[in-house]
């Protein structure tokens, strides 16, 4: 018999994250994984939150968050609803997306949510009640939390703790990525960490950013010098969708290929959120240091243990322990 205490149930921005949070939803992962990783697993999973429901409100396209949470609820035996298109919600009739939303926690327990704006999350979680769970699966260009954990749980695969230092690169577009801003902000709470952001002048992380940051950081443009320093590699792609820039820059600069990644260290791994555009070159897929891919399959587990915990679900031992 599981015990379920009411957790935290809002995951909104990687400031609400504390280093213990994040080692222990790290761990939660690993076990998770483990018990999937057998048919008699998984059946059990699909018990644990069979009595749940959740809605997938998707106002911005997306692949793997929408998918990667689908499959998680479907892991986790929790039903699922989804409006991806709302010409077919009563927002056509002019209802607001706020009543649309507080009609969505009459029928569900969670609601996970993408929406163009940055600060519409904000205005959904102070008008729920404190017990709906509420997930921001992207929040306009300014955070995208569950993408930065499940990029933060990459990272502790690859030995997060026991490595004194590690060299992290951010490449691209950062002005409009918030992958980059939540990861950063994640990272920050790290002191075995520098961080090199690696732009263009125009496209340079905004500067409430860089203002919370409390370890060693860089701002550069010379890619081919980063490239040979360090572990991480996490590169982004021109995000037009947002706007607000018009420059045309060389993007070849910014990217990898045949041409550079033999610069990179032997032991380096390469990140990206994805979806990617030309700045990662086909053939680097093939690279045993290209890690993106394996980063999806990341995100559905995390995603999973994301929600055990939101449900109080977070006893790791309990979880390693129970006889399924
Ligand atoms: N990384 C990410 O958010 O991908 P999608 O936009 O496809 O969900």
New binding site residues.
């Given amino acids: 018999m599981i015990t379920i205490t009411l957790s935290n149930s809002r995951c909104i921005s990687s400031q609400q994250y504390s280093l213990p949070n994040l080692l222990n939803l790290c761990k939660l992962t690993d076990n998770i994984r483990n018990i999937a990783s057998t048919s008699e697993g998984l059946k059990y999973l699909k018990t644990i939150l069979s009595d749940k429901r959740a809605i997938l409100y998707f106002k ?9 949470f689908e499959n998680a609820c479907h892991i986790l035996g929790i039903s699922c609803s989804e409006i991806r298109d709302t010409s077919t919600s009563s927002e056509i009739k002019g209802e607001s997306e706020l009543d649309a939303i507080k009609t969505f926690s009459q029928y569900v327990d969670l609601i996970i949510m ?1 929406h163009p704006l940055s600060d519409f999350i904000y205005e959904i979680s102070d008008n729920l009640p404190d017990d709906m769970r509420i997930i921001n ?2 929040s306009g260009s300014d955070q ?1 939390p569950t ?1 930065a954990l499940l990029d933060f749980y990459t990272i502790y695969q690859y030995g997060l703790e026991n490595k004194t230092e590690i060299k992290i690169a951010f490449v691209g577009d950062l002005f409009r990525s ?2 980059v801003r939540s990861l950063a902000l994640l990272l920050n709470k790290l002191n075995n960490i520098k961080l090199y952001f690696v732009s263009p002048k125009t496209f340079q992380i905004k500067s409430d950013i860089l203002e919370q940051l409390n370890v060693p950081y860089i701002e550069t443009n010379d890619f081919n010098k980063v490239i040979q320093e360090v572990d991480i590699i996490y590169m982004t792609r021109l995000q037009n969708e947002y706007g607000g820039i018009n420059e045309i820059i060389d993007t070849n600069k910014y990217s990898i290929n045949s041409n550079n990644i033999n610069k990179l260290k032997d032991d380096a791994i390469i990140l990206h ?3 990617k555009r030309d700045e990662i070159a086909v053939e680097i897929d093939k690279d045993k240091r290209a890690k993106y891919w394996e ?2 399959r990341n ?1 559905m587990y995390v995603r999973v243990a994301l929600i055990c915990d939101m449900f109080g679900l977070n006893d790791i031992n309990l979880l390693k322990n129970k006889i399924y």
């Fill in positions: 911005q396209a997306s692949t793997r968050t929408f998918l990667s993408r699966a992207g995208h993408q918030r992958a959120p994805l979806p980063q999806c995100g």
